[in-house]
C-alpha cells in the first residue's frame, strides 16, 4: 500500500513537471513576448521548485519507510537538487537576469539539466516501485 502512494506522488510530480517543462514553458515562450514570458514562468518556479522539493522529499521518506534503501536515497538526491534550485538557483537567476545575462543563461542551463535529472530519479523510483515485490505478498 505505501508503495502505491508513493507511485501516486510520484507520478504526480512526473505529470505536472513534464507537462510544465516540456509543453506549457515552451508555449508561453513562443506566444508571448520573451521577457513576459520570463515573467509568469518566475512566479511559477517558486510553486514549481517547491512542490518538486515537497513530493521528491516525501517520497524519499516513505520509500525508506517501506525499506527500500537505495530508492530513498536517490530519491533524497532529488530532493536536494529541487531545494537547491529552489533556494539557490533561483534567487541567484533572479539576481543575474538584468544585471548578468551571460552568467543567467549559464545559471539557466544548469538548472534545466538539473530538473530533467529529477525527472528521471523519479521516473526511476516510479518504475522501480512498480516492479518490487510487495510486502505480504509472500
Given at each position: 500500500?505505501?508503495?502505491?502512494?508513493?507511485?501516486?506522488?510520484?507520478?504526480?510530480?512526473?505529470?505536472?513537471?513534464?507537462?510544465?517543462?516540456?509543453?506549457?514553458?515552451?508555449?508561453?515562450?513562443?506566444?508571448?513576448?520573451?521577457?513576459?514570458?520570463?515573467?509568469?514562468?518566475?512566479?511559477?518556479?517558486?510553486?514549481y521548485?517547491?512542490?518538486?522539493?515537497?513530493?521528491?522529499?516525501?517520497?524519499?521518506l516513505?520509500?525508506?519507510?517501506?525499506?527500500?534503501?537505495?530508492?530513498?536515497?536517490?530519491?533524497?538526491?532529488?530532493?536536494?537538487?529541487?531545494?537547491?534550485?529552489?533556494?539557490?538557483?533561483?534567487?541567484?537567476?533572479?539576481?543575474l537576469?538584468?544585471?548578468?545575462?551571460?552568467?543567467?543563461?549559464?545559471?539557466?542551463?544548469?538548472?534545466?539539466?538539473?530538473?530533467?535529472?529529477?525527472?528521471?530519479?523519479?521516473?526511476?523510483?516510479?518504475?522501480?516501485?512498480?516492479?518490487?515485490?510487495?510486502?505480504?505478498?509472500?
Amino acid at each position: 500500500m505505501l508503495e502505491r502512494f508513493t507511485v501516486a506522488l510520484l507520478g504526480f510530480y512526473l505529470g505536472f513537471s513534464t507537462f510544465f517543462s516540456f509543453v506549457v514553458a515552451p508555449i508561453l515562450f513562443s506566444v508571448l513576448d520573451k521577457s513576459l514570458a520570463g515573467e509568469v514562468v518566475a512566479k511559477i518556479f517558486p510553486l514549481y521548485f517547491g512542490s518538486a522539493t515537497t513530493l521528491l522529499g516525501l517520497s524519499a521518506l516513505l520509500t525508506l519507510k517501506g525499506g527500500y534503501k537505495k530508492v530513498a536515497y536517490l530519491l533524497l538526491v532529488g530532493t536536494l537538487i529541487a531545494a537547491f534550485q529552489e533556494f539557490y538557483i533561483l534567487p541567484l537567476a533572479g539576481e543575474l537576469k538584468s544585471s548578468n545575462p551571460s552568467a543567467f543563461k549559464v545559471w539557466h542551463g544548469i538548472s534545466m539539466l538539473l530538473n530533467v535529472v529529477d525527472i528521471f530519479i523519479a521516473t526511476f523510483g516510479v518504475f522501480y516501485l512498480i516492479k518490487a515485490p510487495r510486502k505480504g505478498d509472500g
